[in-house]
């Protein structure tokens, strides 16, 4: 079995670039810095920097489209994927970029200590129109998952009406949100 697995947590070089592909999804560019530092032999500290391509794709490319922006500090997983073609001078050119899966932001629009936002995409195409995320600049930035968020209305659906109700005692917390 392969593996083709990346994360990374670095600050945005530039804002996203949004555009639609003619079957009407969308596609957010940008661009993400790492910095890897280490002590060399001679007691010397070391820093390298590493620029990365990133390219987030429908649901999660509106949602890097609407709230990222230029230095924000992200966490991004996805998988790499390198394209290749021949330039104008007739050389093969390669690029290399991660096709992002789940992003959280790090950074929050009112100081750089702000708590996480994870957002996890939907990797399924859905016909029905995406909700819309709004947030005003004072108000927290809302936590999007789109998975659960699909997976709850489909157990609503197949539930019986006496499953629906809540109950009071319960604060929302589920088995799975327990992180060992």
């Not at 990346?6 to 530039?14: D, E, K, P, Q």
């Not at 280490?38 to 794709?57: D, L, P, S």
């Not at 690029?95 to 750089?112: F, G, H, K, P, Y």
């Amino acid at each position: 079995m392969d593996l083709n697995k990346v994360m990374i947590i670095g600050r945005l070089t530039r804002d996203p670039e949004m555009r639609s592909i003619p079957s009407g999804d969308s596609v957010a560019n940008f661009g993400v810095a790492t910095n890897r530092v280490w002590t060399n032999n001679q007691g010397q500290k070391q820093e390298k920097v590493e620029f990365h391509n990133i390219v987030a794709w429908r649901k999660l490319a509106e949602i890097c489209g609407q709230y990222l922006k230029k230095g924000d500090r992200v966490y991004v997983e996805g998988s790499l994927q390198t394209h290749d073609w021949q330039g104008q001078d007739g050389i093969k050119r390669y690029r290399t970029e991660i096709v992002a899966r789940d992003l959280i932001m790090l950074s929050s629009r009112r100081s750089e200590q702000g708590s996480a936002y994870p957002v996890s995409p939907q990797q399924q195409t859905n016909t029905a129109a995406p909700a819309k995320v709004t947030a005003a600049p004072d108000q927290e930035m809302p936590v999007i998952n789109v998975e659960e968020e699909i997976k709850a209305e489909t157990a609503e659906s197949e539930a019986p009406v006496s499953a629906k109700t809540p109950n009071p005692d319960d604060e929302g917390i589920s088995i799975e949100d327990i992180p060992f």
